[in-house]
């Protein structure tokens, strides 16, 4: 601990782990004078770490709550160095896909690259934006987008340790080229009626929602098998219902389902750094309930809800 405990002659003492009791005698030597001035460093250094923490904190909470908010698109510019590349955060809704026609507007996005935060949201909307997505041949990964680090100097770069979940996962397949860096988390389960998805087991069902559910999952395999996915990352995702926790799915599992098309970064991110510490740990995700089919938008089916905030640590033990 670092201690201010007196002036005597114009230089600012510092104690180090001293006790109350110790008495200190101001020697003029070089030896303790080197030694304050060696305090003083060690305090600075400390200070410098707790305004980093709070800095980091501040980022981390930002990011939490765009992540509830419908997804937001910006393009992350980081000329000459890059080509730059799309930032996409938060749920997919009914209006995600337009969102999208209206930022890409008067840009040249072909074959340029998004990186994903996303806790999922509508299943029609997602496989609607991932359509278009391929149609751009843009390539995808999963992080979290940082800008204005330290200074105009700093550079753009991407936090690895990021999520990317239940139908978001679709929209990463939609990559021309798809990385996923290995602190970043993958996660699936079944779609549901988006509205009984936090009591699954208690909630009723009428002929018409088992269809609509039916009808939904075909649209998810086809557009799966379109994208040039496996139907391994089908039986992976149809097999964990809404009471249960999100599967995470590990190296081997993102090769055979053909998330995963490159393990070099460069292929879809060239010359930026994906080393920069991740913000999203600090607090837990949280799937918010959005997203209406244009069709029957009392009967929307979207990616099932977890019964606890999603992107934590660890999930509570107290599902329903």
Not at 119 to 128: F, R
Not at 184 to 195: E, T
Not at 240 to 257: I, N
Request: charged share 20%.
């Amino acid at each position: 601990m670092c201690r201010l405990i007196g002036r005597g002659t114009g230089l600012a003492w510092f104690a180090l782990g001293l006790g109350e009791g110790t008495s200190l005698k101001l020697l003029k030597s070089l030896k303790l004078r080197g030694w304050l001035l060696v305090g003083t460093a060690a305090c600075g250094v400390v200070l410098a770490g707790a305004v980093a923490t709070l800095g980091s904190s501040a980022r981390a909470g930002a990011a939490l709550e765009e992540r509830k908010l419908p997804m937001k698109f910006n393009w992350v510019a980081c000329e000459p160095n890059c080509r730059g590349w799309v930032s996409a955060v938060g749920i997919i809704t009914s209006d995600t896909p337009k969102d999208f026609e209206d930022f890409a507007q008067g840009r040249q996005l072909g074959g340029a690259t998004v990186v994903l935060d996303s806790s999922g949201g509508s299943v029609n909307d997602a496989i609607s934006l991932g359509r278009r997505f391929r149609n751009l041949g843009l390539l995808t990964t999963v992080g979290i987008s940082l800008q204005n680090r330290g200074g105009q100097s700093a550079r753009p770069a991407v936090a690895s340790e990021a999520y990317c979940e239940s139908m978001c996962v679709f929209l990463l397949l939609a990559g021309k080229k798809r990385y996923v860096p290995d602190a970043a988390h993958v996660r699936v389960h079944q779609i549901w009626m988006g509205d009984r998805a936090d009591d699954a087991k208690a909630a009723s069902y009428s002929a018409q929602d088992l269809m609509i559910v039916e009808r939904d999952i075909g649209r998810l395999a086809k557009y799966t098998f379109d994208m040039g996915g496996a139907g391994d990352l089908l039986s992976l995702a149809l097999s964990v219902p809404p009471w249960e926790d999100l599967h995470e799915l590990d190296a081997s599992e993102l090769k055979l389902t053909n998330l995963v098309t490159t393990d070099l970064v460069a292929d879809v991110l060239p010359h930026v750094d994906i080393s920069a510490p991740a913000m999203a740990e600090l607090s837990p995700k949280t799937q918010a309930r959005f997203g209406t089919e244009q069709e029957q938008p009392a009967k929307s089916t979207k990616t099932a809800e977890a019964a606890v905030p999603t992107g934590a640590a660890q999930i509570a033990a107290s599902q329903k």
